[in-house]
């Protein structure tokens, strides 16, 4: 097996080192409030405090993976009128795409 070149090496690392992900994130009042106007409000953990445990959790695991995880503070209003826009209820799917459009807007890409 041929060891990779260093260009073949330089160009992993920066593909590595640009790969950003959009971490839904809240605090303990938007989180109730995005729950309740949530078409599937079972995708929720059953409290705030779980919630957060589960999502540091994964943060941490995408940062050891070598992701840079970047947190995007959920604005309930926001994301309410981001959905009635885009013709779409409060659902993972939907809460997902607007936190994807909400980073790239932010790193410009």
Same mark, same amino acid.
């Given at each position: 097996?041929?060891?990779?070149? #260093?260009?073949?090496?330089?160009? %992993? ?5 640009? #790969?950003? &992900? $959009? *971490? ?12 309740? @106007? ?19 959790? %994964? ?6 993976? $070598?992701?840079?995880?970047? =947190?995007? #503070? &959920?604005?309930?209003?926001? +994301?309410?009128?981001?959905?009635? +826009?885009? $013709?779409? /209820?409060?659902?993972?799917? @939907?809460?997902? /795409?607007?936190?994807? =459009?909400? *980073?790239?807007?932010?790193? $410009?890409?």
């Amino acid at each position: 097996m041929r060891k990779p070149t #260093l260009s073949q090496r330089l160009k %992993a690392k920066k593909r590595s080192q640009a #790969l950003i &992900i $959009g *971490l839904t994130w809240y605090t303990e009042e938007t989180w109730a409030q995005v729950k309740a @106007s949530a078409t599937d409000p079972e995708c929720f953990e059953d409290n705030f405090e779980k919630w957060k445990t589960v999502a540091s959790k %994964a943060r941490s695991e995408f940062q050891r993976s $070598g992701v840079r995880a970047i =947190e995007c #503070l &959920i604005v309930p209003e926001e +994301l309410s009128a981001w959905c009635a +826009l885009h $013709g779409q /209820e409060n659902n993972s799917t @939907s809460r997902a /795409e607007f936190v994807s =459009e909400s *980073l790239s807007a932010a790193f $410009g890409q």
